[in-house]
Every structure is written in C-alpha cells, then in structure tokens.
C-alpha cells in the first residue's frame, strides 16, 4: 500500500526531471494562461472544472480530449501517472489518492479511482499488491502513429543529428524532442538512455516502421549479411536484433545514363563507322 511518503517522494521525482520544465501542461511563456504544450489549449483543461454551473457534456468531452492528448506526447507523462496514482492513508484507515481530481497522468480521475478500485479488491481475496507481481504500464501502440511521430521516425531513419531530424520532420527542435521521448514512453524505453538505433528498432519490431523502411543505422548496432538463409550469422553477431531485421535492403538499380544527341554527334566514332576509318586502298595506274 502506498503512503504519503511514497506521494511526496514521487511527487519531488517528478518535479526534478530532467524534462519536466518541458510538460504540456505547463503556461506558455508568452500566454500564461495557455499550455505550453498547445497554445490554443488552456492551462485549466486539465481541470478540475471549478465554474458555476454543471459543464455541458460536449465541452466536457472536448477539454479532457484536448487535455490527454497533450499529455501522450509529454516527456514526463509516466512520472506524472505514477505520482497521480500513489495514495494515502487517512486517520481511519481509509486509502484516497493523492490527487482525485484532473486529469494527471494521460488518466482522467474516473480511470484512477477505479484503478484504486480494483487494488482493494484484489487486497481483499488474498491479492495483495506486494506478493502480486508489477503490472506493467498499458501502453498503446497506435498512439505511436500520428502524423506528427511517423515524421519523427521517418526523419530519424535517415538523419544522425538532432537539427537535420527537426528539419526533416518539419518541426522545431524542442518539438522534435518531445515527441521522440514520447514514442521511447510508447515502447518501453528509457528515455534517458535509450539510443537512436534503439528507438527505430522497436518502431520496425511493432510495425509503426514498415519493414522495407531503409534505415541509416549509426553503429551501435553491428550489421553484417547473412552467408546462409537462416541468419545464423547474424544472430552471432548481434544476437538482440532478429535475424529478419538485419538482412541488408536490396541497393536500386542504377539507371542507364542518358547521353544527349550533341555528345553521340560530336563523337568520331559516332560519325564514321569502323569500316570508313580503314586505310584506302592504294590505286596503281598503269605503266606507260
């Protein structure tokens, strides 16, 4: 069972990420009344709804739509669910969460108390969280491929630096970053330090990549072509990347050089044929 310490503990983890200065739900700078993560967005969508009168559904739906979809490309998205769903013990005994309002997380409150919910009963018939093995964090995949991270990946494939891939994706720097750190949340990886190759290798495992994706690989990860069909090879050399993975994309066929008609013109070759430039055969007159 969680305590306040373990709150405040991963309330202060929170806060002292390397990233959490970049959250979208922070005030923008220029409006602070805006989220930084989208500026038509603003900072009390996330709630709670705290003005007079019952909210309409339709906005309601809308707000917390805009809210969460903000929070899946946070770069601290999974140390802000973690805090959002740590609890605490009032003076009877009785657990509450931390914070039972908002949105935190990606979650919405109604998602965390049933959460809640589901750790009593389990307590309840023997299921204790501390015998029960960690669940792992419920990730979705097809959040990976929104327009916006497909052209991270696919800038990532073939660029090496931070610059040429914000380029290439058409974004910003720090837009680039907060989109990448969010597909290593989606897959599973450290944000801190995961590896570029890494990255696309898990997009390529999931299929976010096509697997005819041409990737430009840094080195990290040795590649070498198989001698046999079985990837024995392979597997030797890099054994934590599947054999299919790494047989080398087939190099496209270079076209013929076209050359123009001035160049077979100015040609000598292209004007007299061999048997023209043979030495002409000498004519004998006749003796006087």
């Not at 019952?54 to 770069?75: D, H, N, T, W, Y």
């Not at 919405?108 to 018939?125: G, K, Q």
């Not at 597909?183 to 299929?207: K, Q, V």
Request: net charge positive; aromatic share 4%; hydrophobic share 40%.
């Amino acid at each position: 069972m969680s305590t306040t310490t373990d709150s405040i503990a991963a309330r202060q983890h929170l806060v002292d990420a390397r990233h959490y200065k970049y959250r979208g739900c922070a005030p923008d700078t220029e409006d602070p009344r805006m989220s930084a993560g989208d500026p038509d967005v603003p900072v009390d969508a996330w709630g709670p709804y705290t003005d007079d009168g019952a909210e309409a559904q339709r906005v309601r739906l809308a707000r917390e739509k805009a809210a969460m979809a903000i929070c899946g490309r946070c770069p601290v998205l999974a140390l802000c669910r973690v805090y959002a769903n740590t609890t605490t013990v009032d003076e009877t005994g009785v657990e509450h969460l931390v914070e039972p309002e908002g949105i935190l997380g990606g979650e919405l409150a109604l998602t965390r108390h049933r959460a809640l919910i589901a750790r009593r009963h389990a307590a309840t018939v023997g299921e204790t969280t501390d015998a029960a093995p960690a669940a792992a964090p419920v990730r979705n995949i097809d959040d990976a491929r929104t327009p916006q991270k497909l052209a991270v990946l696919d800038a990532l494939a073939v660029e090496l630096y931070d610059e040429r891939v914000a380029r290439r994706a058409g974004m910003d720097v720090r837009t680039c970053n907060w989109h990448r750190s969010a597909l290593c949340s989606l897959f599973g990886l450290d944000r801190e330090t995961a590896t570029r190759d890494e990255l696309l290798l898990e997009a390529l495992r999931h299929g976010v990549l096509p697997a005819s994706t041409r990737v430009v690989w840094d080195g990290l990860w040795p590649v070498a072509a198989a001698p046999t069909t079985d990837g024995a090879r392979q597997r030797r050399i890099a054994p934590g990347i599947p054999a299919a993975l790494l047989v080398p994309q087939p190099r496209a066929r270079r076209r013929p050089r076209r050359v123009s008609i001035l160049t077979r013109l100015l040609r000598p070759r292209a004007l007299f044929p061999a048997a023209d430039l043979a030495a002409p055969t000498p004519v004998l007159e006749p003796a006087a």
